[in-house]
């Protein structure tokens, strides 16, 4: 079965200073992986994805992730972090194992981003 | 450029009653999908649908039906709400094939129900 487990609930930091979102899967099959954000009271927006083409993957507003098959893991970082970040985000596995088209979503990690 | 539209953004409900949370698309997707997102249980998946006549449970189905009769709406029916059910709704649609594809989702119903 696959699994996302996002490793902090909770990541504070100050503005300009990176951001590191930190996220291993579990998966029998080549995964997909997304990383999205949720601003409050917003819909969900899909920052990047990973589809096998480039271990790194660059995505919107300055984020990006580098997958790494031999720790599991497809951690989010940004190098200098911005008021706006602030947002939870989500570490998505598509389920390739079933036909439900099932995302299979990590806990939430959200961002704080102090001035 | 509408995407995933919801209605309605809040609802209040009393336990028993009976409602439906609507979602359309404009871009034609075959994939829609609902979603119930619960504070550090990220989302899960409630029911899903891969074109028009076509629906099929998720993770968590109970309580709630769905129909699919056209390719830009995917309604959820509550048949009886319960507490239970108080939580963000998202809607989410997307092209076939599933893998490597990315999902659009609406900006989401909160529902409460005492």
């Known amino acids: 079965a696959q699994s996302v487990t996002q490793l902090d609930s909770h990541v504070s930091v100050s503005e300009g200073t990176p951001v590191l979102l930190r996220c291993n899967y579990s998966?029998?099959?080549?995964?997909?992986l997304f990383w999205y954000v949720q601003h409050p009271n917003k819909g969900l927006q899909l920052l990047l994805k990973?589809?096998?083409?480039?271990?790194l993957v660059k995505g919107i507003n300055g984020f990006e992730a580098e997958f790494k098959k031999s720790e599991t893991s497809f951690h989010l970082t940004k190098p200098s972090a911005h008021m706006s970040d602030a947002a939870e985000y989500f570490c998505?596995?598509?389920?390739?194992?079933?036909?439900?088209?099932?995302?299979?979503f990590g806990q939430g990690t959200t961002l704080q981003v102090k001035p | 450029n509408a995407g995933v539209t919801q209605t309605p953004k809040f609802q209040v409900l009393k336990t028993g009653q009976s409602m439906t949370l609507q979602c359309a698309q404009d871009m034609n997707h075959e994939y829609m999908s609902w979603y119930r997102q619960d504070p550090g249980m990220g989302l899960r998946l409630i029911h899903y649908?891969?074109?028009?006549?076509?629906?099929d449970q998720g993770e968590v189905p109970n309580g709630y039906n769905v129909s699919r009769s056209t390719t830009e709406d995917f309604p959820l029916r509550l048949l009886s709400a319960a507490p239970s059910q108080t939580s963000v709704y998202f809607c989410?649609?997307?092209?076939?094939?599933?893998?490597?594809?990315?999902?659009?989702f609406g900006q989401g119903t909160r529902l409460t129900v005492v």
């Open positions: 998966s029998s099959y080549s995964p997909s």
């Open positions: 989410a649609s997307s092209y076939l094939p599933l893998l490597n594809t990315e999902a659009f």
């Open positions: 990973y589809t096998s083409a480039a271990t």
């Open positions: 649908s891969v074109g028009a006549g076509i629906t």
């Open positions: 998505v596995v598509s389920d390739g194992s079933s036909n439900t088209g099932k995302l299979i």
